[in-house]
């Protein structure tokens, strides 16, 4: 038990450590992964490699990597001014435009991580385009997606129910479940949206309109003064699109180049269940080949401080699981004789833990633990089991998780230090809240 509390004292530490001095997390939780290896396991430090996530190395790597082609060779400008168009000024509904285009995906069998991979550089490129908080945009599409993450065909909603399939005992409730979760990401969706600058947005949308008319009353003075000759606008007269400062970029055939082969990426990913990172990188890596003369200096839109950080985080929680101070903790747990307090541990150790690991994996590896209390028929299965799986990915919002290093990468190098600590913030509040609230509302009232 000593080695479980120290693990976790030391995690503590990391995190002290990390936001009051100018260092890398990455960087302090590998030393003390090697710290923890070498005292607990004598120096065997295969423990510590083999913690190691390169599988999200090579998704960092090969997302950023592609879509810094995209960027150098103006490909996301000419989607960022597309899309603009298409939204044409309306500030104030744009992020909840982009948090319903990311539910869309997931709720159809795409992966939280595939979604948010392609449409996070877009979403931030719009975020600059518009002025708009970056940590809004970002958390919006990191919950937008969430919302489909249970959905019945999607890939972790089928292995949680085929999970609890399996488990003697047990049945899954595939509807609660997908209901469940997507209710409660709309809710934060909510709360995301006016507490990262939604009524801002507001005012500025009624101010445009006002500017809107101002301009067309300008234009139709013009066209009067002008005996009707069809002339619409004076030299002092800019277009609506002009006044909010939307330059039109050319489609050029370096662009479609690059937009194929992103929309490759993306459907070959979405319907073979390809993994992400690997075709990625694969593809930049030809891409690159092919038009090097328009991807100049690409390498260096690679986030490599970004895939430091989360690299050292999620190594340390390998090496933890390893000792096994996770199963410790959900064990623990459902050996107390208050079912709610139970409830409320296992939850707060699924959050806990995927904000740092992976969903999936604490997701499986917690119901067959929770399994006896679960049957002991205190509570209901099914409101569990939605409190647990929420629990476990709403907290994908931390700059750690796979989806939330994604978001970080593709910020601008200005803003990352902002959306790095705006998304710690609110990680940190759904590891708290997350549970609380999921067992007040859903465990509670089934008791």
């Not at 120290?6 to 260092?23: C, Q």
């Not at 709720?107 to 595939?114: E, I, K, M, S, Y």
């Not at 999607?154 to 997507?182: D, M, R, T």
């Amino acid at each position: 038990m000593i080695v479980h509390i120290i693990g976790i004292g030391i995690l503590a530490i990391i995190f002290v450590l990390g936001t009051t001095r100018p260092i890398n997390l990455g960087v302090l939780s590998l030393f003390a992964g090697i710290a923890l290896t070498a005292v607990v396991a004598g120096g065997d430090f295969e423990i510590l490699y083999n913690a190691f996530p390169a599988d999200l190395l090579i998704l960092l790597v090969g997302v950023t990597f592609l879509f810094g082609i995209a960027s150098i060779n103006g490909t996301i400008a000419w989607l960022v001014d597309a899309s603009a168009r298409l939204v044409r000024g309306n500030v104030a509904v744009l992020p909840w435009a982009i948090f319903f285009v990311s539910a869309i995906p997931t709720t159809a069998g795409a992966l939280g991580p595939a979604t948010v991979a392609f449409l996070a550089p877009i979403g931030l490129q719009l975020a600059k385009r518009y002025d708009i908080d970056r940590r809004l945009i970002g958390l919006m599409i990191v919950h937008g997606s969430a919302c489909g993450n249970f959905s019945p065909i999607n890939v972790l909603g089928a292995i949680v129910n085929q999970a609890l399939e399996g488990a003697e005992g047990l049945s899954s409730f595939p509807l609660i479940l997908f209901a469940a979760n997507f209710g409660y990401n709309v809710l934060l969706g909510v709360v995301i949206y006016f507490v990262f600058g939604g009524r801002q947005l507001i005012r500025r949308q009624l101010a445009s309109r006002g500017s809107e008319r101002v301009l067309e009353m300008r234009a139709a003075g013009s066209t009067q003064s002008s005996g009707g000759l069809g002339v619409t606008e004076g030299p002092d007269v800019p277009k609506v699109e002009d006044a909010m400062g939307l330059a039109h970029e050319k489609l050029t055939s370096t662009k479609v180049v690059t937009l194929v082969t992103i929309a490759l990426v993306a459907a070959i990913t979405l319907s073979a269940g390809v993994d992400i990172g690997i075709l990625a990188l694969s593809a930049a890596v030809i891409l690159k080949l092919i038009l090097w003369k328009s991807s100049e200096g690409a390498e260096t839109a690679i986030a490599w401080n970004v895939v430091l950080l989360v690299g050292g985080i999620v190594t340390y929680i390998g090496v933890l699981q390893y000792f096994g101070t996770v199963e410790f903790v959900g064990e623990s747990a459902s050996a107390l004789d208050n079912p709610l307090l139970t409830a409320l541990i296992i939850c707060a150790v699924a959050a806990i833990v995927s904000a740092f690991a992976s969903s999936t994996g604490i997701i499986i590896a917690l119901i067959p633990i929770a399994s006896p209390f679960l049957l002991q028929g205190e509570i209901s299965i099914p409101a569990m089991i939605a409190a647990l799986t929420i629990c476990a990915t709403v907290v994908d919002s931390t700059p750690f998780s796979t989806v939330g290093s994604l978001v970080l990468a593709s910020a601008e190098a200005e803003k990352q230090r902002s959306v790095y600590r705006g998304m710690l913030a609110w990680g940190a509040a759904m590891v708290v809240t997350a549970p609380l609230i999921t067992v007040l509302v859903l465990v509670l009232p089934t008791m």
